[in-house]
């Protein structure tokens, strides 16, 4: 982001003092928070001497306007006058049965994202920094450990005492300029956004399975579904995660043996995931994309054959809901995860523990071969990652050159999914960028951001022309308690709707080869997609991407639309390569080259393979120093151009990385199998920050064929 602290300023604790409330570390990244000035949080005394405030209780308090609860972190929502702000969280703190008050956050660019603090940080430290170090430094901060974090060495969960002077935010901050530690991040909530906006009526046709033409429908708008289902129509033992808001599970398209397996509600701590009363279900809508079961009445879901593992998210993005939400789809055997969700923000990198929590999920579900996971570009008609020049939006919200983030898309593990409409066109909304995987029909609709926190939406810079396209039919609540009248919406779509798409046919592949590893479904989707163009400009920003690179990626469509015939009948044809390598080649590089700072070209090294041969095994070994690691992305590129992320922007402080990269360090090196392995292998560093620099001083590759 364009608001990182300058080194410069840092003092001994590694951020300015002025700002050690403002600076939010996440991902590697420092954000600029801003005090909201018209509410704050409370968090109730809980011992067995202290009585809970009842809610009349919390309604008659003098000093705020109580609004709601937060029961993910136990946090109470009030608001004031923002000239009483002050006054009223001293009163609060000096009540008896409060044992903290602390003020909301939001985060500078990204307005409507209210950030509320937890009460607990996650700290990295460095591998050298022994266990009676680590109580030292917890115990200086007033810190008491509550658990390990699972995949990441050295690395604890700890809780904010009483006795801390400071808040979780500043206390981050100071632990970040110590030697000993790598990374230090408070967990923080901010309010899910669902993508879904229902705006235009649907027609009441399946058209985005299968179709012969028509009104509005352009051939091969479809994903090709019925020659797919003559392969298979999905088996139980295939599991498709929902993670949403809420499911009707008394829906007739979700009955059957074996149709639902392992609910969860997170939110009311159960497992009974269902709307509550007078709410309106997109889980109920997304799943039945996916899943429907056919059954002669109603729709048909994508993979109709799959179970339905149903799980209600809290509803907030803190770093326990997603360790939650990961956690249980790995233990009760989910295949696919589906998530038509993103952060309420318009800049939102992800924690240390949220990046570890999805690559856990893609790299050791389905013991070990990893879950498919599946996640919404977004509806903002903006950069997954990157810059917009913003104007024109009311009240001048946004303006000027804005950085744009969605860092549940911009995982590493994920497929991100945008939108196409049934004319074979972008989807007026759909977000875009060099991280979409592939796209998938829905309907066409303005662009739109929610602001949930405030309870209102944002309209985005007006489109003058119309927007033609067809939506999507789908579940609804039964009776009248949903989006329409009865058991069926046509008033759904969004990148919401394109991604259960995207996750039925990965469960289909499964079904027809459930040997497959995740990152082979994703590579298969992405060989197999069908390349829709689009050379229109777009009718908001006057952009036009909807053409494909050389690498055959298009910034609108990622590698094209989703075709069920070619990914599954590929699924089926695949066969394993043979495990064990015969052969083994080393090259090395030693030419030491700088690391150009802030510069998104990079620098690329590369090593020569002059033998022939299949791949079977790869090791990389890097060597780089550099004054800041957590400012670096590293890849490998193959002869082929096909780029893999070896490391993402999680070194925080370290300056000396001497590392390798393995099949089982790494498994996402598995897309390279069965790739020929002559010609130019090139290491790609990209430092994507100011201030600090460094240099590779050298690479090794050692292929096994």
Known sequence: MNDRVNSSDLPTTGVPASSLGVVLQRGGEELILEKAL????????????????????LSQVSWGFWQRSIPQARLELFTVAPNQLDEAMSQARATQNVAFASHVYTIKDSPGTSVYLNNQITIQFASRVDPATVNAIATAFGLNPKQFVIGIPNTFVFLVSKQATENPIKIANQLQGLKEVLVAEPNVLVQRESYYKPRDPLYSQQWYLNHNNGNQLAAGSHISVEKAWD????????????????FDLNHPDFQGAGKVVAPRDLKENDFLPLPAEHETSHGTACAGIALAEENGTGIVGVAPGCALMPIRTTGYLDDESIEEIFNWAIEKGASVISCSWGAAAVYFPLSLRQKAAINRAATQGRNGKGCVIVFAAGN???????????????????????????GFSEHPDVLAIAASTSL???????NWGASISVCAPSNNA????????????FTQPAIAISLTGLGILTTDQISTA????????????????????????????????????????????????????????????????????ANGHSQWFGYGKVNAARAVQAAQEMRKVAATAT????????????????????????????????????????????DYLGDLEIYLIAPNNQQVLLQNRTLGRRTKLQTTYTLRSHPILKQLLSLSIQGRWQLWIIDYAPQDVGKLNSWELVIGY
Do not use: C
Request: proline share 6%; no cysteine; glycine share 8%.
């Open 424 to 430: 074979n066109k972008k989807a007026a909304y759909s």
């Open 380 to 406: 903002a008609n903006r950069p997954v990652n990157g810059t917009v020049y913003e104007q024109k939006w009311p009240d001048n919200i946004l303006q000027g050159n804005v950085d744009w983030l969605s």
């Open 446 to 457: 303005p662009p739109g951001m929610s602001f949930q926190e405030k309870g209102y939406i």
């Open 482 to 549: 949903g989006y329409d009248p009865g058991n069926f919406t046509n008033n759904f779509g969004g990148t919401s709707s394109a991604t259960p798409v995207v996750a039925g046919v990965a469960a289909l592949m499964l079904s027809a080869n459930p040997d497959l590893t995740a990152q082979e479904v994703k590579r298969i989707l992405e060989q197999t997609a069908d390349k829709i163009v689009d050379l229109d400009p777009d009718p908001q920003l006057g952009l036009s991407q909807g053409g494909y690179d």
């Open 231 to 246: 392969i298979t129509r999905g088996v139980r033992s295939v599991v498709v995660a929902v993670v949403d808001d809420s």
């Open 38 to 57: 018209d509410r704050f949080t409370i968090r109730q005394v809980t011992t067995r001497f202290a009585t809970d405030f009842l809610p009349q209780q």
């Open 583 to 626: 052969n083994q080649v080393k090259g090395k590089n030693n030419s030491q080259l700088a690391i150009p700072d802030n510069e998104k070209q990079g620098i690329k090294s590369a090593i020569a393979i002059s033998e022939s041969g299949v791949l079977q095994d790869i090791e990389i070994t890097v060597n780089i120093t550099h």
